[in-house]
Antibody, heavy 121, light 109 residues
Framework: QVHLQESGPGLVKPSETLSLSCIVS?????????WGWIRQPPGKGLEWLGN???????YSNPSLKSRVTISVDTSKNRFSLKLSSLTAADTAVYYC??????????????WGQGTLVTVSS | QSALTQPRSVSGSPGQSVTISCTGT?????????VSWYQQHPGKAPKLMIY???KRPSGVPDRFSGSKSGNTASLTISGLQAEDEADYYC?????????FGGGTKLTVL
C-alpha cells in the first residue's frame, strides 16, 4: 500500500517561497503514476496545484502556473513543491497524493495526512 | 479554468437517498469518463469513493454509486447512515489539468 508523508515549515512569511516535500513509501515513484499536490484553505474546498510524472514531466494549475514548481527525486523516492510569492491567501492544508493513471483511469488513489501552512509575518 | 459546480449542501434522513451533482463542461466532465468522488470528514484527508464515473474501490459500500449525463456527473448515496455525514468533492481529469468541485456538505438529519 502506498503511503505518503508531507514535510515542511508550518509558518512562512509573505513574499517568501514555500518548500514542501513528500516522502513516498510502499511504491517506487519511478515505476509510474503521477504524483501531485492539492491544497485546502481553512473552511474551503480542494484546489489542485500540479502533478509530476516520474520522468519529470509536470502539469500545473494555470491560475498558479508561474508560482508553482514541482520536482521529483527518484533516488530518494520523494517529490517536492515550491510555491513562490506567498500571500495570506496561500494559507492552507497542503496534501501530496498519488494520481493513479493506468488502465484508462485517472483518480487520486492515496493521500498524505496533510500539513498546515500558515503565511504570516 | 473554473472549478466544477456542486451544490453547497444537501441533507437527508437516515435510510433515505441523496444525490449530489457536479457540473462542468465538454472539456472536462463531458469530455472524459474520468470523474471521481471523494469523501472528507473534518480534519481528515479525502477518501476515494467513486472513480471513472461509476466504479467503486474495494471497501466502499455499494450504497454509493455514480453516474454521468453530458457535462454533469452525480453521486448517489442510498440508505443514508449517520457516518455518511461529511463533505463530498467531485474531480475530473481535463487533459493536462485536474479540476475539483467546490464541495458539498452532506447533513444526515
Amino acid at each position: 500500500q502506498v503511503h505518503l508523508q508531507e514535510s515542511g515549515p508550518g509558518l512562512v512569511k509573505p513574499s517568501e517561497t514555500l518548500s514542501l516535500s513528500c516522502i513516498v513509501s510502499g511504491y517506487s515513484i519511478s515505476s509510474g503514476f503521477y504524483w501531485g499536490w492539492i491544497r485546502q484553505p481553512p473552511g474551503k474546498g480542494l484546489e489542485w496545484l500540479g502533478n509530476i510524472y516520474h520522468s519529470g514531466t509536470t502539469y500545473s494549475n494555470p491560475s498558479l502556473k508561474s508560482r508553482v514548481t514541482i520536482s521529483v527525486d527518484t533516488s530518494k523516492n520523494r517529490f517536492s513543491l515550491k510555491l513562490s510569492s506567498l500571500t495570506a491567501a496561500d494559507t492552507a492544508v497542503y496534501y501530496c497524493a498519488t494520481y493513479y493513471s493506468g488502465s484508462g483511469s485517472y483518480y487520486w488513489s492515496s493521500w498524505g495526512q496533510g500539513t498546515l501552512v500558515t503565511v504570516s509575518s | 479554468q473554473s472549478a466544477l459546480t456542486q451544490p453547497r449542501s444537501v441533507s437527508g434522513s437516515p435510510g433515505q437517498s441523496v444525490t449530489i451533482s457536479c457540473t462542468g463542461t465538454s472539456s472536462d466532465v463531458g469530455g472524459y469518463d474520468y470523474v471521481s468522488w471523494y469523501q472528507q470528514h473534518p480534519g481528515k484527508a479525502p477518501k476515494l469513493m467513486i472513480y471513472d464515473v461509476n466504479k467503486r474501490p474495494s471497501g466502499v459500500p455499494d450504497r454509493f454509486s455514480g453516474s454521468k449525463s453530458g457535462n454533469t456527473a452525480s453521486l448517489t448515496i442510498s440508505g443514508l447512515q449517520a457516518e455518511d455525514e461529511a463533505d463530498y468533492y467531485c474531480c475530473s481529469y481535463a487533459g493536462a489539468s485536474v479540476l475539483f468541485g467546490g464541495g458539498t456538505k452532506l447533513t444526515v438529519l
